[in-house]
T-cell receptor, first 113, second 115 residues
Framework: DQQVKQNSPSLSVQEGRISILNCDYT??????FLWYKKYPAEGPTFLIS?????DKNEDGRFTVFLNKSAKHLSLHIVPSQPGDSAVYFC????????????FGQGTILTVHP | GAGVSQSPSNKVTEKGKDVELRCDPI?????LYWYRQSLGQGLEFLIY????????KSGLPSDRFSAERTGGSVSTLTIQRTQQEDSAVYLC?????????????FGSGTRLTVV
């Protein structure tokens, strides 16, 4: 039972363009959503998060959008840079589980110079 | 230490053998999590330790898996009688306090290969 899904295993974009990574969830109890970035041979690092009371959160080149009615969130990276090439995981928490996160399968982003 | 340290970074073991994976969390972090990532899958929750409270073992996939945390610091994940489906990257994370979902610090993981 995959409660958090990233349906695109990979995404390729040109440097300077926008990268859009998508994530869908099924559990309506999720109220906090996060994006993590992972380079090879390293652990995931926190990128950006959003609470369910908001529909948008922005941090520099990274913006996360949340559509609660559609149970969908997306991460926008503008402009994309080659150093953004990594695996991106979305994750969700239901707020009752002491920070336990449910992760999606990840999307491999490749940004070409 | 400055970060979460995991050892070994890579482990190849024969099917049926036992393995121990170690996690050294950030000093002072009271909460510790184990996750694993199988090929093509997301990170799967395994177990959670918080201070001296009883751990949440609800994510352990079978009774071949066990974990302990000694002295509220170092944690060891043990897999007995390893199977090929146990092959995965095992990740440890720690946070300060409780419920700080944004505050996970992950280690680099242990890549386990069961042959």
């Amino acid at each position: 039972d995959q409660q958090v899904k990233q349906n695109s295993p990979s995404l390729s974009v040109q440097e300077g363009r926008i990268s859009i990574l998508n994530c869908d969830y099924t559990n309506s109890m999720f109220d906090y959503f996060l994006w993590y970035k992972k380079y090879p041979a390293e652990g995931p690092t926190f990128l950006i998060s959003i609470s369910s009371i908001k529909d948008k959160n922005e941090d520099g080149r990274f913006t996360v959008f949340l559509n609660k009615s559609a149970k969908h969130l997306s991460l926008h990276i503008v402009p994309s840079q080659p150093g953004d090439s990594a695996v991106y995981f979305c994750a969700a928490s239901d707020g009752t589980s002491y920070g336990k996160l449910t992760f999606g399968q990840g999307t491999i982003l490749t940004v070409h110079p | 230490g400055a970060g979460v340290s995991q050892s070994p970074s890579n482990k190849v073991t024969e099917k049926g053998k036992d393995v121990e994976l170690r996690c050294d969390p950030i000093s002072g972090h009271t909460a510790l999590y184990w996750y694993r990532q199988s090929l093509g899958q997301g990170l799967e929750f395994l177990i959670y330790f918080q201070g001296n409270s009883a751990p949440d073992k609800s994510g352990l996939p079978s009774d071949r898996f066990s974990a302990e945390r000694t002295g509220g610091s170092v944690s060891t994940l043990t897999i007995q009688r390893t199977q090929q489906e146990d092959s995965a990257v095992y990740l440890c994370a720690s946070i300060e306090g409780q419920g700080a979902v944004y505050g996970y610090t992950f280690g680099s993981g242990t890549r386990l290969t069961v042959v």
